[in-house]
């Protein structure tokens, strides 16, 4: 699976921006579908991830400012960024995998497929 990650940009804090990412093809099995992002100097941190079942699942520093979605005829999977902080600049990758397990859905190494990446940067 190929991910094509576009959407970053510029963006003033308290702004919002919108990330997609199209997958080549459908996705099958028990497949997720996330977003992680990493700052300079920083680790790889987990965003969001959407299951095949539908279920979402955020990490603490974005609950309830950020939304993940997909649409299935499309391929692609969203990342809805509302309320942005400085500390939200990174660059943000989508990532899949096929056969996720749940307890794995945070972890970055887990996913077989990446997305080339999309810098987001917050600033005034």
């Known amino acids: 699976v190929q991910l094509q990650a576009s959407g970053g940009g510029l963006v003033q804090p308290g702004g919002s921006l919108r990330l997609s990412c199209a997958a080549s093809?459908?996705?099958?099995?028990?497949?997720?579908l996330g977003w992680f992002r990493q700052a300079p100097g920083k680790d790889r941190e987990f965003v969001a991830a959407?299951?095949?079942?539908?279920?979402?699942y955020y990490g603490d520093s974005v609950k309830g400012r950020f939304a993940i979605s997909r649409d299935n005829a499309k391929n692609t999977v969203y990342l809805q960024m509302n309320s942005l902080k400085p500390e939200d600049t990174a660059i943000y990758y989508c990532?899949?995998?096929?056969?996720?397990?749940?307890?794995?859905?945070?972890?970055?190494?887990?996913?077989?497929?990446w997305g080339q990446g999309t810098q987001v940067t917050v600033s005034s």
């Open positions: 990532a899949a995998d096929e056969s996720l397990i749940l307890s794995s859905i945070r972890l970055w190494e887990q996913y077989d497929y």
């Open positions: 093809r459908r996705m099958s099995g028990s497949y997720a």
């Open positions: 959407i299951r095949y079942s539908g279920h979402t």
